[in-house]
């Protein structure tokens, strides 16, 4: 039996190895995970870097009015500009972050102990102009803190007076904990690099055998055609560890060479041996990728369909691990139970080195492995259907 | 040997085949021929253990193809109606691979794999990919990889189909030489000339029911009429089919 699996398996092999053009598609997206997220930490490296150590410019408005205000913001380290003719239309048009605009009213009302007021020009919406948004607030907060207890000490009231509580921040998250969410989407690129590694094989074995007109001949030989089954997925499962391989080499090798500390000030934990560990937590995936899309590929009348069908495959497993980027969950054994996302979690734990349950790798193996087995036996039932060879 | 007592098949509310009963003996050339659509195809696919019978049975060699179907795929050579190859695979790696499936290995196969190439004269493409092959040249293969197992049962779907003159003569003079091997070969054709010029047995087949069964001679015989081709127009009750 095995032997004639293994026929079964070498041909594909053969066959699929000479296909080249499919599985450097594969391949691609195997590099695609680590490009992209090599990418985005660059970018975010950078943006964080200049934000939070460099001088920031600052287009105002009006800044004869409050030449004191002025210079206490350059103390801080802002670049004072001048501002856009129509600021609302600067920020709407994206030319500038935020523009503080100091009316003419201001001098008079400063100088008469009143409250002045000031303009900010910004659009919360834009993600990246946050940090310089957050920035200038805290510092006109600042200057307006540290100006009316000037006033109030020159009226011989003690500033406590009007500080009521004073809260101190302790923020249990890195400085950078922005640049971990893009670490939360690791496991998504992992599983959707596997189920694309095999994709291509499982599509031209099965969908691409019965478009060629080939299965029917084939199925007429004498062995079970379960074993055929069998052995086109087997086919697949090399080109899906390949893929998983060169993911994770692709993780390591940007974390070895992009300067992360430096730009992020964070480590990341992805030392050999949890990138050996990922690789094993994800060896069961690799089997269940494969049998779901024989599943699908042995039902799919053309390769045309199965390629419309098999994307959305790799996609919605690894939905769950895109998910954990933004709703941070603390790992539970339920979790275990539900096939790649059990995985998502354990990658999850070994990037941010938390400790791992032994009982929850075991539990999310098994269960993975399970779950496989009889997806392939559907694959099987469905071999044996005529309904594969007429359609 | 093929026997085939009382087989039946349906599509949906179509009755392909029905109550087709019929012996192909080893050593000679049994004909089913038809006009298109007339259920030759559904039978050999049943024989050949494609599709399950709804009743009646067949048996190959005394296996029977429901309950034996192993058994009777490693008698059969078959050339179905769907050929495809494997156009990333050469035309030897293509006889290989169904010769592996059947069990075979080493010089054994090797061997075979080379009788067979000359046979059907076919070394010059030994080796090139089957991507691009001319239809015969396909044929060829496929025949080449039913064969590998050198099987004592020969099942053809439209062999000649799609082929030129010469290409049609050397199938012709294939097909006698399985004969001369002692073979029992069964071929569907809507060609009535090639039926009769191959055929020891004839069976007429029209509206998925056998309409008569016999040598070409006893056919005139059984309608009466002088030619083949108006014993077959006889037997179908109409023109249709004929070239």
Redesign the interface.
């Known amino acids: 039996m095995m032997k004639k699996i293994w026929v079964i398996v070498e041909k594909e092999l053969l066959d699929n190895l000479r296909d080249y053009r499919s599985w450097t598609t594969g391949l691609f997206w195997a590099l695609f995970g680590p490009l992209m997220l090599g990418g985005m930490i660059m970018i975010l490296g950078n943006t964080v870097r200049d934000k939070v150590y460099g001088g920031l410019h600052l287009p105002v408005q009006g800044a004869e009015n409050a030449p004191n205000l002025i210079t206490f913001l350059e103390t801080h380290e802002m670049i004072i500009d001048p501002a856009p003719v129509d600021p609302q239309a600067a920020v709407i048009a994206g030319d500038v972050n935020v523009v503080l605009i100091i009316p003419p009213a201001y001098p008079e009302e400063f100088s008469a102990g009143k409250t002045a007021s000031l303009q900010l020009v910004f659009d919360s919406t834009r993600q990246t102009a946050m940090v310089d948004i957050q920035r200038i607030k805290l510092l006109l907060e600042e200057y307006s803190r540290y100006m009316g207890s000037l006033r109030l000490a020159m009226r011989g009231v003690s500033p406590e007076v009007i500080r009521v509580v004073q809260v101190q921040e302790q923020d249990t998250a890195t400085p950078q904990s922005q640049a971990l969410v893009f670490l939360s989407m690791l496991p998504y690129f992992i599983i959707f690099a596997i189920f694309n590694g095999a994709s291509p094989i499982i599509t031209d074995a099965t969908a691409g055998e019965r478009e060629r007109r080939s299965l029917e001949p084939l199925l007429l030989n004498p062995l079970p055609r379960g074993w055929v089954a069998t052995g086109k997925m087997i086919s697949a499962m090399p080109f899906a560890v390949i893929n998983l391989l060169i993911t994770l080499f692709g993780f390591g090798a940007i974390f070895e060479f992009l300067p992360i500390e430096e730009m992020l000030g964070m480590k990341i934990g992805l030392s050999l041996g949890s990138l050996t560990a990922i690789f094993l937590i994800c060896l069961p995936v690799v089997f269940l990728a494969c049998a779901i899309q024989t599943v699908i590929a042995s039902f799919t009348r053309t390769t045309k369909e199965a390629g419309t069908y098999l994307p959305f495959v790799g996609l919605i497993p690894s939905l769950p691990g895109l998910a954990l980027a933004f709703l941070p969950v603390k790992p539970a054994l339920w979790m275990m139970l539900i096939p790649t996302f059990g995985q998502q979690i354990l990658i999850n734990q070994f990037l941010r080195s938390e400790p791992i349950s032994a009982s929850n790798v075991v539990v999310s193996t098994i269960v993975t492995l399970v779950m496989s087995a009889l997806i392939t036996l559907a694959a099987i039932r469905f071999y044996e259907h005529e309904r594969i060879v007429i359609g | 040997m093929i026997e085939v007592q009382s087989l039946s098949r349906s599509f949906g509310k179509v009755q392909a085949v029905q109550n087709v009963t019929f012996t192909a003996p080893d050593g000679q050339i049994t004909g089913l021929l038809g006009p298109n659509g007339a259920g030759k195809s559904t039978t050999l696919r049943m024989l ?5 019978p709804a009743s009646g049975s067949a048996r190959i060699d005394g296996f029977d193809v429901t309950t034996s179907a ?2 009777v ?2 008698r ?1 050579g ?1 050339l ?10 050469t035309t030897r ?1 293509n006889i290989r ?2 010769g ?4 075979m290995e080493g010089p054994e196969l090797e061997n075979q794999i080379d009788r067979l190439l000359v046979l059907l004269d076919m070394q010059a493409i030994a080796d090139r990919k089957t991507e691009g092959f001319s239809t015969g040249e396909k044929l060829k293969v ?1 025949i080449a ?2 064969l590998v197992h050198n099987p004592s049962n020969v099942l053809l779907d439209e062999p000649t189909n799609g082929l030129d003159v010469m290409s049609t003569r050397a199938m012709r003079q294939f097909i006698l030489r399985l004969r001369e091997e002692g073979k029992c070969v069964l071929f569907t054709s809507h060609i009535m000339q090639e039926v009769a010029a191959l055929c020891d047995q004839v069976v007429i087949i029209a509206h998925g029911r056998v309409t008569a069964t016999g040598t070409p001679q006893s056919l005139r015989e059984q309608t009466g009429k002088e030619s083949l081709e108006d014993a077959f127009v006889a037997a179908i009750g109409s023109e249709e089919g004929l070239e």
Request: hydrophobic share 40%.
């Open positions: 050949y253990t494609l599709l399950k192993i058994e795929q490693r059969i078959v179905a109606d769907a050929r495809g190859l494997y156009e990333r695979l790696e691979y169904y592996r499936l059947h069990d496929a990889r039913a």
